[in-house]
């Protein structure tokens, strides 16, 4: 009996902690030999062996065989009873391989109970913006800001949230929360933190906070063409036409297809009456971007303004229809549905408004969902 109850321990605890540790050697360099020893360790555990799941999961990962990678995690009976550490890992691999449904349940698997728990629900977060659930980017963000304010990582992903979303004050209120403790936030953070919080500045109105944002942003990198765009964006708001176009000429001397400029040097040839510049500009950025409803309506008020009222009608229709879409994609990002029909129709409706808005790889990453 003693011979029977060692062979076996050897057999089903030994001989798998063996295997697994040799694949563990072999992961980085050999991954496919490294699979090969996770699945005969397996085995030899009856199946009963979720660190070598775990690594066999990312060994799939690893060899590019997603839905793989994501068959063996789903087999682990209890995933939270592995260390936080090692689901947070494969969540991270899983995401940059794009594997979104391995990420997410790796990162709930993360108990309550645990010190990472925190992050993990933050990388959840960013996890459902990558997929444009944003109303469950809000939902987990309230959770963990109930329990702790000073969370700036959840407000700088509650605030991009809250942009798609089209509720610029909220998104402002929540950047300007993440800021408070920018400190605790990554560099690249700061900066788009910083860089959103110029945009939404402008949008609102709100020069004199657009204008310290800048110069904050100023003092920490220097400044790339679009916040260039931006300051000129600013200056024609205080009044400053000639500077702002000097900057614009300046960004298209450098890069003459900028389509962001060119749009923004016909809004400064428009207020100065230079109608034919400004047409030319608008319809040059028109024929790159049939969706950009601000060009057609700023081609349309020029083509008003020049007697011209039929065809200035057309993009004043164009800009209507392109509006509602845009109303459309907010009201259908607001939903969803427990039903996988009904959430099949609005993932796949959201998809094709997407492209027809000129955004190709959020309507590819939807696809992807589709129920």
């Keep these: 009996m003693l011979l029977v109850a060692g062979y076996w321990f050897w057999q089903t605890q030994l001989e798998p902690y063996r295997l697994y540790r040799q694949a563990e050697q072999s992961f980085e360099q050999e991954p496919r030999h490294a699979a090969e020893l996770l699945n005969a360790a397996v085995n030899q555990a009856s199946g009963d062996y979720p660190e070598a799941k ?211 040097r016909g809004t400064l040839a428009f207020d100065r009456r230079d109608d034919k510049k400004a047409e030319q500009d608008f319809r040059e950025v028109l024929q790159s971007q049939p969706w950009n409803k601000g060009a057609h309506y700023k081609l349309a008020q020029v083509l008003q303004r020049t007697s011209r009222t039929d065809e200035a009608e057309i993009h004043f229709r164009e800009n209507r229809r392109l509006t509602e879409l845009s109303l459309r994609v907010v009201q259908l990002q607001q939903q969803t549905f427990s039903d996988p029909v009904s959430e099949r129709q609005r993932v796949t409706e959201l998809a094709t408004l997407y492209s027809e808005l000129g955004q190709p790889r959020l309507a590819a990453q939807l696809r992807q969902q589709v129920p």
Excluded at 159 to 167: F, G, M, S, T, V
Excluded at 240 to 263: C, K, S, Y
């Design 54 to 264: 775990w690594l066999w999961s990312r060994t799939f990962l690893r060899l590019g065989q997603r839905q793989e990678a994501l068959g063996c995690f789903s087999t682990i009976p209890h995933p939270e009873r592995l260390p936080a550490d090692q689901l947070l890992m494969l969540s991270h691999e899983a995401r940059s391989a794009g594997e979104f449904l391995l990420a997410t349940l790796a990162l709930k698997a993360v108990p309550a109970t645990s010190a990472l728990y925190v992050n993990a629900q933050e990388q959840l977060m960013q996890v459902r913006l990558d997929e444009g659930r944003f109303l469950d980017v809000l939902a987990i963000g309230k959770e963990l800001v109930a329990g702790n304010q000073d969370l700036p990582l959840t407000a700088y992903l509650m605030a991009r949230a809250y942009e798609q979303l089209a509720d610029p004050v909220s998104a402002k209120a929540f950047y300007k929360s993440a800021l408070q403790h920018k400190n605790e936030l990554s560099s690249e953070a700061v900066d788009i933190t910083l860089r959103r919080s110029i945009r939404l500045a402008l949008q609102l109105g709100e020069f004199s906070l657009a204008s310290q944002y800048i110069e904050e942003l100023q003092s920490r990198t220097e400044l790339t063409i679009d916040d260039q765009l931006s300051q000129a964006e600013l200056l024609r708001a205080q009044g400053d036409m000639d500077t702002a176009m000097a900057i614009v000429e300046q960004i298209l001397d450098q890069v003459p297809t900028n389509l962001q400029a060119m749009e923004l």
